[in-house]
């Protein structure tokens, strides 16, 4: 399985835009660039994917450089409540099964 | 939007007992489910696929016979910890895919905590 690799930790204040980076330079031509975040004491939940371009929605938008290699999930304006961890993951076009890196812990402040 | 449930979501049992766990799609149907386990401060952990009507498959590493899962409906899957012992406290989550297209999101049941005392 490709590897995804992210900062352990960022830090941002409340209101500020966030970019969270991800290098995969393994990445394959057919693996999907899927970002996950975690609450505390709870389930992951499903963020924002892509495959070569660039993908907004109303959680976020993915910024996916050209050769595929790094990926930004960006947070517009960061809430208290996106608080969280954040999971870069790949997953090959045909399967379900999603495997965790270590993911980036995000600190909001007031 | 689709959503997986797990029950518990907290229990305790004694070291030596066996422990049910659930995981539902409340509405679609799951063919396939997956386990994880979470301890303090790590990541997930995928332990085993769920495919109903048909055998787990494990990860290297998990025991299959500690870790009994069952599928036996297409919205039903349970995890069952049996002989539990203290290291097996952890965070226990399964996710199921919603749509029958491949790369649709996964969502994730909100967990069971398994203290084992």
């Known amino acids: 399985d490709a590897k995804t690799t992210q900062p352990n930790s960022m830090e941002s204040n409340e209101e500020e835009p966030v970019h969270l980076p991800c290098n995969h330079s393994t990445i394959s031509g057919t693996d999907y660039i899927h970002w996950y975040r975690q609450l505390p004491s709870q389930g992951p939940e499903y963020v924002i994917h892509?495959?070569?371009s660039n993908v907004n929605n109303r959680m976020a938008s993915l910024a996916i450089a050209e050769d595929r290699k790094s990926s930004t999930l960006i947070l517009h304006r960061a809430t208290l409540r996106d608080a969280a961890v954040y999971y870069c993951i790949l997953r090959p076009y045909n399967t379900d099964k999603l495997i965790f890196g270590t993911g980036t812990r995000l600190q909001v402040f007031p | 939007g689709a959503v997986v449930s797990q029950h518990p979501s907290r229990v305790i049992c004694k070291s030596g007992t066996s422990v049910k766990i659930e995981c539902r799609s409340l509405d679609f149907q799951a063919t396939t489910m997956f386990w994880y386990r979470q301890f303090p401060k790590q990541s997930l952990m995928l332990m085993a696929t769920?495919?109903?009507?048909?055998?787990?498959?494990?990860e290297q590493g998990v025991e299959k016979d500690k870790f009994l899962i069952n599928h036996a409906s297409l919205t039903l899957s349970t995890l069952t910890v049996t002989s539990a012992h203290p290291e097996d406290s952890s965070f226990y989550i399964c996710s199921a895919r919603g749509k029958s297209s491949y790369n649709s999101p996964l969502h994730f049941g909100n967990g069971t905590r398994l203290t084992v005392t």
């Open positions: 769920s495919n109903e009507g048909s055998k787990a498959t494990y």
């Open positions: 892509g495959l070569t």
